[in-house]
Structure formats: structure tokens, C-alpha cells
């Protein structure tokens, strides 16, 4: 579901910087717009999103056991019926709290406060919204599960707030106020955050709260409270309150246009990464390109100069696209060489996550330098039909259209499955070079381009100064030779060195050609 074709996005950091401070996000009852409210599920969604707080309700049932759930009877979320303090804790484990908002949460339960703790400690921070607990008993658990401070509390009534503070004279805790008065009344219970309704803020109240260390937290729950996103930004706030984390964070990213947010999913049990870098002028209502590009060896989605260099010059020349910059595996760099040894699958889930969350073109425009032109020229001769054009970079490795394996310390192998399979033959290349000496990749090392290939435009560009030069050039002429629309650049690099006054100009001739290369192809009629 495209949530209205909101845009979905995750924050970069824990918190996310704006005009110098951190913004901290606080998710109302958990991500309710993408699992239903107050579950393991929106807690979850919550931790993926990278939001600060989940804030949830706590309840106790009949016989004691303290819930999560925000309305004092089971009817509205639940497959149940009658005020939860009224059932036993037998009943309450029954019941389904997931298929109200959608079939794929059928079966999710009403959740147990403790097991929660236990599942998210570590993970995110707790807004304690106390509707009916045993306080001493609740406090004791939040010590318990490491909580205590990483946390705060609130009540609908003064009463609760003295209570606590006898309890725990510093555990955090949040008041609301209207006004500077009433700001000076609750210092009184040493509160940490202050929670206000926008209307109610001035530059005096704002002022008084920070001279005496108070956090401001914006209140923006209402319907349509989306559209007072953009102001709590530009306030003082120093937290917001809200139901769409994800709408908040798109707005964020383009405050920060420079930053990255960070994805993450769970792939073979293993948490897997990439980084979307997200247009100025970012529309939602708008089809983007996906610009993927692929770092180098040991590098990371995160800084890979390549894709902060092309989000720059996309912006400039106007090439609509969101440049995705996945995190391939080091510890298996043959996987990311040689992607249909499995990260060919990582990068169709990154595409398939994305394309839940953004209006997007069907195929994607592809680059990488060293390790991510190894990937992305192979990628797209086995997925041709996914790719519209492709800017492989300074490969340490190439497979010509013929099936023969360039290797730049070597030379070309004829026989790519003959050469790998005999482990003696590591000795003739460099260190760097000798994972691929395996039955696994000699299987695949040459593999042919599928049909289609070669009706997608290639710019290979290497530096005249890398060891690389003389293999890459040989590719290039391979896909000439095969049929291949080419264009080919070679500017005066090396293999590295990029941040020296000497060469910087060289090295952006990368992004340049590659954002101009992009930009004509997908200027073409007929797209």
C-alpha cells in the first residue's frame, strides 16, 4: 500500500539535525500508520524508521498484568470486547489486535508491557503515556529492563507526577503548559520536557523553557496535522509528537539535503542497509529515476563519494532522480563482484522497498567505481530488462560479451571456469585478487550477457594513471566489438588519491560524464 503515496522515509541518525540542533521524533502509539497502534508490530516499524520514542498506553488488567493499549476497553483494536481492567490476563493473550488495520497483522496480540521492554531495550526509548498502572510497580519494572532512563512519563492528572517524583525524584518526565505561567508552575515536579500545542508557542515561552533546561515538545496529533510539519522545523522545538514519523522525515531530508537516510531490512536474518540521497526539490508527486550507485571495496552506502558527487550534479543539470547507495557485504566481496552469487538479490529488495515508498521509473540507471563497476556491469548482463543505462567505473575485473574474464594484474583468461577452479593460479594476480580462485565463481565468472544486453548504453571511464587503464579499455572495445552502444572517458587518475588538489578536478569528471550520460539517455523520447 502506498499510504496515500506519502513518501517513506527513515532518519539518518537517532535524531535528526536541524539548523544546528537535533529534532527528536516521538511516534504516537507507535508507527499507527503502517502497523496497527500500540503493537509489537508499529514498535517495531518504529525502530526500522529510526525514530526516538515509541510512545505507548499502559493499562492492567483484572488480575494485574500491565498491557499496552490506549482505550480502556478492548473493542475498537481487539477481536475482544469490555474495558481491559475488567478481563483477566487469560482473555486478553487470546485476542487478535492486528487484523483491524490489515490481514497481514492478523494474529498480532495486545501486547504485555514486560516482554515489550525486553524485545525493544536497546532499540528505541520508551513515552510512558500511564493510564492505569500500579506506579510503584511500574517504575520498578522500567529500572528493571534498563529503561529508567532512556525513557519519559506522563499523566493526566498532578497527582500521578508528585507520586512518581516520590518514587523517583529524577527519572524523566514530561508536563504540558500553555504559557510561561504555567511553565514556572511545573517546575515544581522537575520535569525534563514540556509538551505544547503550536498556537501556544512564543519566542517568551520558548525562551523561558530552554534558560531552564526544559525540552520542548511539539504536539501535532490532530487530523491534518501533517501540514504544521514543516513549521515545527523551522520553530525551536526540540522534539515533535506525532502519527506520520515517516512524512516528517521526508521533510527533514529536505532541510537536509546533504544527508542521507538510511534503510534497513531484514535479509537471510542479517540486518541489510542502503542510503537514499533525496532530490532539493523533491516532490512526491513526482516519477523519480533510481540512481543506483555502488562504492568501492570496504567503503559503505553512506559516504561513497561517487553517490554525494551525482545527488549534487543531478540536482544542478535537473536529472529527476533519487540516487540509492546500497551497503554491499565485506566480508564477501566475491557476492557483490559476481552479484548473482547473491547480492543481485539484496539490490531487488532495495528496489522493491523503494518502490513502495516512491513514484519511480520501472528501470534503473546504474553506476559504481572499482568493486560497484565489477557489480553493475554484471548486473546488467544478467538483469537487462531491469537497467536503462549503466556507468561502470574502474573495475578491478571485467567479463567480456564473449564470456572472457579481464583481470587487471593479469590480462585476459579465455577459460574463466578452467582459470578459477585451479587454486595454483592465485599466485599469478595480486592479493586482491585471489578470492575469486574458487569453484563458486569460476561457475559464473563468465557469464554471458542475457538477451537485451546490449540494447543498454554503457559509459565505461577509467583513469589513464590506474593499473586498471589497459583492462578497462580492452572492455570497452569488447562491447563495441559485440554490438554495445559506448562511451568511454579516461580521465587522469589513478586508482585513489581523489582528495588531492591535484586531481580533484579529474576525479569529478566521474560524476560529471556519469550525470550527463544519465540525463541524455533518459531525455530521450519514448522512456
Same mark, same amino acid.
Given at each position: 500500500?502506498?499510504?496515500?503515496?506519502?513518501?517513506?522515509? !527513515?532518519?539518518?541518525?537517532?535524531? &535528526?539535525?536541524?539548523?544546528?540542533?537535533?529534532?527528536? =521524533?516521538?511516534?504516537?502509539?507507535?508507527?499507527?500508520?503502517?502497523?496497527?497502534?500500540?503493537?509489537?508490530?508499529?514498535?517495531?516499524?518504529?525502530?526500522?524508521?529510526?525514530?526516538?520514542?515509541?510512545?505507548?498506553?499502559?493499562?492492567?488488567?483484572?488480575?494485574?498484568?500491565?498491557?499496552?493499549?490506549?482505550?480502556?476497553?478492548?473493542?475498537?483494536?481487539?477481536?475482544? &470486547?469490555?474495558?481491559?481492567?475488567?478481563?483477566?490476563?487469560?482473555?486478553?493473550?487470546?485476542?487478535?489486535? +492486528?487484523?483491524?488495520?490489515?490481514? @497481514?497483522?492478523?494474529? @498480532?496480540?495486545?501486547?504485555?508491557?514486560?516482554?515489550?521492554?525486553?524485545? %525493544?531495550?536497546?532499540?528505541?526509548? =520508551?513515552?510512558?503515556?500511564?493510564?492505569?498502572?500500579?506506579?510503584?510497580?511500574?517504575?520498578?519494572?522500567?529500572?528493571?529492563?534498563?529503561?529508567?532512563?532512556?525513557?519519559?512519563?506522563?499523566?493526566?492528572?498532578?497527582?500521578?507526577?508528585? $507520586?512518581?517524583?516520590?518514587?523517583?525524584?529524577?527519572?524523566?518526565?514530561?508536563?504540558?503548559?500553555?504559557?510561561?505561567?504555567?511553565?514556572?508552575?511545573?517546575?515544581?515536579?522537575?520535569?525534563?520536557?514540556?509538551?505544547?500545542?503550536?498556537?501556544?508557542?512564543?519566542?517568551?515561552?520558548?525562551?523561558?523553557?530552554?534558560?531552564?533546561?526544559?525540552?520542548?515538545?511539539?504536539?501535532?496529533?490532530?487530523?491534518?496535522?501533517?501540514?504544521?510539519?514543516?513549521?515545527?522545523?523551522?520553530?525551536?522545538?526540540?522534539?515533535?509528537?506525532?502519527?506520520?514519523?515517516?512524512?516528517?522525515?521526508?521533510?527533514?531530508?529536505? &532541510?537536509?539535503?546533504?544527508?542521507?537516510?538510511?534503510?534497513?531490512?531484514?535479509?537471510? +536474518?542479517? /540486518?541489510?542497509?542502503?542510503?537514499?540521497?533525496?532530490?532539493?526539490?523533491?516532490?512526491?508527486?513526482?516519477?523519480?529515476?533510481?540512481?543506483?550507485?555502488?562504492?568501492?571495496?570496504?567503503?559503505?552506502?553512506?559516504?561513497?563519494?561517487?553517490?554525494?558527487?551525482?545527488?549534487?550534479?543531478?540536482?544542478?543539470? +535537473?536529472?529527476?532522480? =533519487?540516487?540509492?547507495?546500497?551497503?554491499?557485504?565485506?566480508?564477501?566481496?566475491?557476492?557483490?563482484?559476481?552479484?548473482?552469487?547473491?547480492?543481485?538479490?539484496?539490490?531487488?529488495?532495495?528496489?522493491?522497498?523503494?518502490?513502495?515508498?516512491?513514484?519511480?521509473?520501472?528501470?534503473?540507471?546504474?553506476?559504481?567505481?572499482?568493486?560497484?563497476?565489477?557489480?553493475?556491469?554484471?548486473?546488467?548482463?544478467?538483469?537487462?530488462?531491469?537497467?536503462?543505462?549503466?556507468?561502470?567505473?574502474?573495475?578491478?575485473?571485467?567479463?567480456?560479451?564473449?564470456?572472457? !574474464?579481464?583481470?587487471?594484474?593479469?590480462? @585476459?583468461?579465455?577459460?574463466?571456469?578452467?582459470?578459477?577452479?585451479?587454486?595454483?593460479?592465485?599466485?599469478?594476480?595480486?592479493?586482491?585478487?585471489?578470492?575469486?580462485?574458487?569453484?563458486?565463481?569460476?561457475?559464473?565468472?563468465?557469464?554471458?550477457?542475457?538477451?537485451?544486453?546490449?540494447?543498454?548504453?554503457?559509459?565505461?571511464?577509467?583513469?589513464?594513471?590506474?593499473?586498471?587503464?589497459?583492462?578497462?579499455?580492452?572492455?570497452?572495445?569488447?562491447?563495441? /566489438?559485440?554490438?554495445?552502444?559506448?562511451?568511454?572517458?579516461?580521465? +587522469?587518475? $589513478?586508482?585513489?588519491?581523489?582528495?588531492?588538489?591535484?586531481?580533484?578536478?579529474? %576525479?569529478?569528471?566521474?560524476?560529471?560524464?556519469?550525470?550527463?550520460?544519465?540525463?541524455?539517455?533518459?531525455?530521450?523520447?519514448?522512456?
Amino acid at each position: 500500500m502506498r499510504l496515500g503515496r506519502i513518501i517513506c522515509l !527513515l532518519a539518518v541518525l537517532s535524531a &535528526t539535525l536541524v539548523h544546528g540542533r537535533e529534532l527528536e =521524533i516521538v511516534a504516537h502509539r507507535g508507527a499507527n500508520h503502517l502497523a496497527p497502534e500500540n503493537t509489537f508490530a508499529a514498535a517495531q516499524k518504529c525502530v526500522e524508521l529510526r525514530v526516538d520514542y515509541v510512545e505507548i498506553d499502559v493499562r492492567t488488567s483484572k488480575d494485574g498484568v500491565m498491557y499496552i493499549l490506549h482505550d480502556k476497553t478492548l473493542d475498537r483494536t481487539t477481536n475482544g &470486547t469490555g474495558e481491559i481492567s475488567a478481563r483477566s490476563s487469560d482473555y486478553i493473550d487470546t485476542l487478535d489486535a +492486528g487484523s483491524w488495520f490489515g490481514s @497481514e497483522f492478523s494474529g @498480532e496480540k495486545v501486547p504485555r508491557l514486560k516482554p515489550f521492554l525486553e524485545a %525493544f531495550k536497546g532499540k528505541i526509548k =520508551i513515552y510512558f503515556d500511564v493510564k492505569g498502572a500500579d506506579l510503584a510497580k511500574l517504575v520498578e519494572l522500567v529500572r528493571e529492563t534498563g529503561f529508567d532512563r532512556n525513557c519519559f512519563f506522563w499523566f493526566s492528572n498532578d497527582a500521578q507526577a508528585v $507520586a512518581l517524583r516520590k518514587l523517583d525524584p529524577d527519572i524523566p518526565l514530561k508536563m504540558n503548559a500553555v504559557d510561561v505561567d504555567g511553565l514556572k508552575r511545573v517546575l515544581a515536579y522537575n520535569p525534563q520536557i514540556i509538551e505544547y500545542r503550536l498556537e501556544n508557542l512564543t519566542p517568551e515561552f520558548a525562551a523561558f523553557a530552554h534558560q531552564n533546561n526544559l525540552k520542548l515538545m511539539a504536539h501535532t496529533l490532530e487530523d491534518g496535522a501533517e501540514k504544521n510539519y514543516q513549521a515545527i522545523i523551522d520553530s525551536p522545538a526540540d522534539m515533535v509528537n506525532l502519527d506520520r514519523a515517516r512524512l516528517m522525515f521526508e521533510l527533514l531530508a529536505k &532541510t537536509n539535503p546533504g544527508k542521507p537516510i538510511r534503510r534497513t531490512f531484514k535479509m537471510g +536474518g542479517v /540486518e541489510r542497509e542502503y542510503f537514499v540521497r533525496l532530490s532539493r526539490t523533491f516532490d512526491p508527486a513526482k516519477t523519480y529515476w533510481p540512481l543506483v550507485s555502488v562504492h568501492g571495496g570496504g567503503g559503505n552506502g553512506r559516504n561513497h563519494f561517487l553517490s554525494i558527487a551525482i545527488r549534487e550534479k543531478a540536482d544542478r543539470l +535537473g536529472l529527476n532522480t =533519487i540516487v540509492v547507495s546500497p551497503s554491499f557485504s565485506n566480508s564477501d566481496f566475491e557476492a557483490s563482484r559476481f552479484p548473482v552469487l547473491g547480492e543481485d538479490l539484496f539490490l531487488k529488495k532495495v528496489l522493491e522497498q523503494l518502490r513502495e515508498d516512491y513514484l519511480l521509473h520501472s528501470k534503473i540507471l546504474l553506476t559504481g567505481y572499482s568493486r560497484g563497476g565489477q557489480f553493475s556491469h554484471r548486473f546488467t548482463f544478467s538483469d537487462p530488462d531491469l537497467v536503462k543505462a549503466v556507468a561502470p567505473f574502474s573495475a578491478g575485473t571485467w567479463t567480456t560479451p564473449d564470456g572472457k !574474464l579481464l583481470i587487471h594484474t593479469y590480462g @585476459e583468461v579465455k577459460d574463466p571456469q578452467k582459470f578459477l577452479a585451479q587454486a595454483e593460479n592465485a599466485s599469478l594476480v595480486s592479493d586482491s585478487f585471489k578470492g575469486p580462485f574458487s569453484l563458486r565463481v569460476a561457475n559464473v565468472a563468465g557469464n554471458r550477457p542475457k538477451p537485451g544486453a546490449s540494447q543498454v548504453p554503457f559509459l565505461v571511464m577509467c583513469g589513464s594513471l590506474d593499473e586498471r587503464f589497459e583492462t578497462s579499455k580492452a572492455f570497452a572495445l569488447s562491447l563495441i /566489438e559485440a554490438g554495445f552502444a559506448v562511451e568511454a572517458g579516461w580521465p +587522469g587518475t $589513478a586508482h585513489g588519491g581523489r582528495t588531492k588538489e591535484a586531481v580533484k578536478a579529474e %576525479f569529478e569528471k566521474y560524476s560529471s560524464r556519469a550525470v550527463d550520460f544519465f540525463h541524455r539517455i533518459t531525455s530521450q523520447e519514448g522512456i
